[in-house]
Nanobody
């Protein structure tokens, strides 16, 4: 079994910072891609930041220059440093990972349970 456990959400004032963490555990051979999505009330889930092969990053335009995704391969953990937070960043943030459980396994998609980020004005 594979689990993604997130932490670091909370309530912060506009202009503040938060750091989200997501640790993958269980039967893992490799994790080609890790990323963060968010879903605000009444809106579709959107990709916030993605990290492929530990090198290539992509961000949604609204967070470029403010958010940074990074990864600790030894800990199978991905981070999202969020600076200059705005009320419109308020959402449930979900960790996502594409994982291969063994050399011969297919790539499988996993989600964390979600962590609430609330930015007050």
């Amino acid at each position: 079994q594979v689990q993604l456990v997130e932490s670091g959400g909370g309530l912060v004032q506009a202009g503040g910072s938060l750091r989200l963490s997501c640790a993958a555990s269980g039967s893992i051979f490799s994790i080609p891609t890790m990323g963060w999505y968010r879903q605000a009330p009444g809106k579709q889930r959107e990709l916030v930041a993605g990290l492929t092969s530990g090198v290539t990053t992509n961000y949604v335009d609204s967070v470029k220059g403010r958010f940074t995704i990074s990864r600790d391969n030894a800990k199978n953990t991905v981070y999202l440093q969020m600076n200059s937070l705005k009320p419109e960043d308020t959402a449930v943030y979900y960790c996502n990972a594409v994982i291969r459980r063994s050399r011969s396994d297919l790539l499988r998609n996993y989600w964390g349970q979600g962590t609430q980020v609330t930015v007050s004005s």
